[in-house]
């Protein structure tokens, strides 16, 4: 996650000046410690087949791979209804509950 956010052309971020000047790396710095820094990438995929392996339908939106801070957890919930409701205001809500298709074309 440190590197996840920079320019390859540093020189676009040289001399940054004013109240955002080293905000980039501040932001980058903080994300970096959400999580742990032993983590262990086999459990994505662990949690990938999982996923895959549910029944029909019961697909969660987001998997939750490790304890998290509370204050990211509110935020995700929040983050839920916001995008639940903007589905429903733009006529999407089909899209909110999966179903099957009789013709994989439709």
């Known amino acids: 996650m440190t590197h996840a956010g920079s320019p390859a052309d540093k020189q676009r971020t040289e001399g940054e000046t004013g109240a955002y000047a080293g905000l980039p790396g501040a932001v980058l710095e903080g994300l970096s410690g959400l999580e742990p820094s032993d983590f262990d990438p086999i459990v994505v995929a662990d949690a990938i087949v999982k996923v895959v392996d549910a029944p029909f339908g019961k697909w969660p939106i987001r998997v939750e791979l490790m304890l998290r801070r509370m204050a990211a957890r509110f935020v995700d919930g929040v983050a839920d209804r916001v995008s639940t409701e903007m589905f ?15 013709d994989p074309r439709q």
Do not use: A, M, T, Y
């Open 88 to 102: 429903r205001r733009v006529c999407l809500k089909d899209l909110l509950e999966p179903r099957l298709l009789s």
